[in-house]
């Protein structure tokens, strides 16, 4: 039986077909199975770690990854760690790339990255440094600190480009314990947005924009942030501005507390902050109003920034301790040098004295007269001229 010319094209079409399909499921089985060894591979050991999760979607061709309950442990001795604590753990982290341009022009370049409900525990030495540190070679062009990228930056250069379109944190968690302060915060129900996060301009890269919201654990303290921070310049490099409303003051004593003159007991801040960081030196300005400040005395303080003690905190007590302030903090964020607890406490302290200068000023000017007054009588009673 002849096959006609039609019959013919059809038949090659289908077998074709038939291959196309038994090479894509080869290729993406195949993929899928040197995928989870490398995985497996990378997993026992990434950068000092061991990563675990328990499911991994791998597809070769569109170059995406899955990976479901993600849990990044600790192995050896990190400083505030025990070995098999979690630092960092994911419900889910979605990953989309590109071939083509890791193939032909030597840039891993990658779509989106999503991390879903990711909670993260990140510790500041004594010395400044963080937990964070063994993964800034990740995300910088050279070392993870301003000297190391000075020292190396003419040796040292990428191999590849890096280029990401878009990375998102979603219902996020930071604790975050500062070992220089005694202090711990915890940020919750946290969105975060970067975009264009790429070193396409050679070693100074490209500013990538960054929009972050987040709660103050178990307050009702808010915080916004949005601006541009460059990952691929020397040292820390960004431009953001802050708005934070309700925080309450005494979630920040470990910063403040061996600096102003008494105790603070309550009160909430709403805070206007613009910052600006290069090469690691931070400039910022603060403009902070609080409401509701209540204070005690400290055991022995007789006087705050020229006021009597005594009539300073009677005035605080006698007003819902409304205070507007400016504070201006610089300083060096590597080496974590910069003195915001003395500009507080000069500020918030010298903005309240002021008030109770002018509201109270006649209290302390009767208190001088009378003072005044009686050291005259004590003088005539003991004068020995007097006739």
Not at 115 to 139: A, E, H, M, Q, W
Not at 178 to 190: E, F, I, P
Not at 347 to 373: C, M, P
């Amino acid at each position: 039986m002849k096959i006609s010319h039609l019959n013919k094209k059809k038949l090659l079409y289908t077998i074709l077909a038939v291959l196309s399909i038994c090479a894509f499921v080869g290729i993406s089985i195949l993929g899928y199975s040197i995928a989870n060894k490398q995985f497996k591979k990378l997993s026992d050991d990434f950068y000092g770690f061991k990563i675990e999760w328990d499911d991994l979607d791998f597809s070769v061709l569109q170059a995406a990854i899955e990976l479901e309950d993600f849990k990044l442990i600790v192995k050896g001795n990190i400083q505030g760690f025990k070995p098999g604590e979690n630092m960092m753990t994911a419900d889910k982290i979605v990953i989309n790339a590109r071939i083509l341009p890791l193939l032909f022009k030597r840039t891993v370049s990658v779509e989106k990255i999503e991390l879903d409900s990711p909670k993260v525990k990140v510790i500041r030495y004594r010395d400044g440094t963080n937990s964070l540190k063994p993964f800034l070679p990740l995300i910088k062009v050279h070392g993870s600190s301003a000297s190391e990228i000075k020292k190396d930056e003419d040796s040292l250069s990428p191999s590849f480009e890096f280029a990401l379109d878009k990375l998102t944190l979603d219902d996020s968690e930071i604790d975050f314990i500062d070992q220089q302060n005694g202090a711990r915060l915890k940020l919750t129900d946290m969105d975060l947005t970067i975009t264009d996060l790429n070193s396409k301009a050679g070693k100074k890269g490209i500013p990538s924009e960054l929009e972050m919201d987040a709660q103050l654990d178990d307050t009702k303290g808010k915080i916004d942030l949005d601006g541009t921070i460059n990952f691929f310049e020397v040292g820390y490099h960004f431009d953001l501005k802050q708005k934070a409303k309700n925080l309450p003051i005494t979630y920040f004593r470990p910063y403040y507390q061996s600096e102003v003159p008494v105790e603070i007991k309550s009160g909430t801040m709403n805070v206007d902050s613009t910052m600006k960081s290069r090469k690691s030196y931070l400039t910022s300005t603060h403009n902070v109003s609080i409401s509701g400040l209540k204070v005690e005395g400290k055991s022995g303080i007789k006087s705050v920034m020229g006021v009597p003690a005594q009539i300073f905190i009677a005035f605080l007590k006698s007003h819902d301790g409304a205070v507007k302030m400016t504070v201006q903090v610089d300083g060096d964020l590597e080496k974590g040098r910069f003195a915001v607890s003395k500009q507080f406490s000069r500020n918030l302290f010298a903005a309240i004295a002021e008030q109770v200068k002018i509201e109270r000023g006649s209290e302390i000017t009767d208190s001088l007269e009378k003072a005044g007054e009686d050291i005259k009588e004590t003088f005539k009673k003991i004068n020995p001229f007097k006739k």
